[in-house]
């Protein structure tokens, strides 16, 4: 709201797209940037279709763009070892499901106990908890494909049903998150990178990276080991499969490697 203060004392019709333009140049970062573009176009598709005003001036700006940092998940031996060394921990089950199906950070710590159905066993991923200046916010998922249910691996149940019993030791039996704080209360991203995730890769001597390198590691690993890619898609919650080839495609070394055999037997 902040940032688009200068459009306050503006009629819809009379904002142009050198103010939009300020606007942008305003915001600190490329990546929140490209939020507030999209915000910003939207809104004005909707005054368009209400009749509010007759043109977009988003229409002529340029939308920001920005380079996100490339995937690096970890090996197989280092995920056995965050794996084991995170067992005594209270979020082990967060740290097994990022690697194992690949959540987001923020679909972890909104995950609830009424999202788990041990019979199934799935996982009903519905909301996000998004941490921005501090301030944790639980919301919907982003798109309608961030909206899912997974299927559960032996593993996640276990940890899942660890994490339950952990739970009525800590008093938080009576909590709804399922990975919360030791209040009960959600989980800030945050607190948990800080006091669990870096110290522990830390004393593993392995390479510091970040919470959201876990569902890099479960995607990659996924895609190398068969899982077709539009099943991976589905479990990510991507939109399409031509955004899962997008950020990991550079990543299929086995079906690199597939092809080259395959050249080999054509090719004497």
Do not use: C
Not at 112 to 123: C, F, I, M, S, V
Not at 211 to 221: G, K, N, V, W
């Amino acid at each position: 709201l902040a940032l688009t203060s200068q459009l306050d004392a503006w009629h819809l019709q009379d904002i142009t797209p050198a103010a939009i333009q300020d606007v942008l140049a305003a915001v600190s970062t490329t990546a929140r940037r490209e939020d507030v573009y999209v915000a910003l176009r939207t809104m004005f598709v909707a005054a368009k279709r209400w009749g509010l005003t007759t043109k977009n001036p988003v229409d002529v700006v340029d939308r920001p763009k920005h380079n996100p940092k490339k995937p690096q998940p970890f090996q197989a031996d280092e995920t056995t070892a965050i794996l084991d060394a995170a067992k005594s921990s209270r979020y082990y089950g967060a740290f097994a499901i990022g690697l194992i199906i690949g959540l987001r950070p923020g679909e972890l710590f909104g995950l609830q106990w009424r999202d788990y159905d041990p019979a199934g066993p799935t996982l009903q991923i519905q909301r996000q908890a998004a941490e921005l200046s501090g301030r944790v916010e639980v919301k919907p998922p982003k798109t309608d494909a961030g909206v899912r249910s997974l299927l559960l691996p032996s593993k996640v149940v276990a940890a899942l049903d660890e994490r339950r019993a952990g739970a009525m030791k800590e008093g938080n039996a009576g909590s709804d998150w399922i990975f919360p704080n030791r209040n009960g209360d959600v989980s800030h991203r945050s607190n948990v990178s800080h006091r669990h995730w870096v110290p522990l890769l830390k004393k593993l001597g392995i390479m510091q990276r970040g919470l959201h390198q876990m569902r890099h590691t479960a995607a990659t690993r996924m895609l190398n080991n068969g899982v077709p890619i539009t099943l991976v898609t589905k479990i990510l919650g991507h939109e399409k499969p031509s955004t899962t080839l997008d950020i990991y495609g550079h990543l299929m070394i086995a079906d690199q490697r597939r092809a080259v055999e395959f050249w080999d037997r054509q090719i004497s």
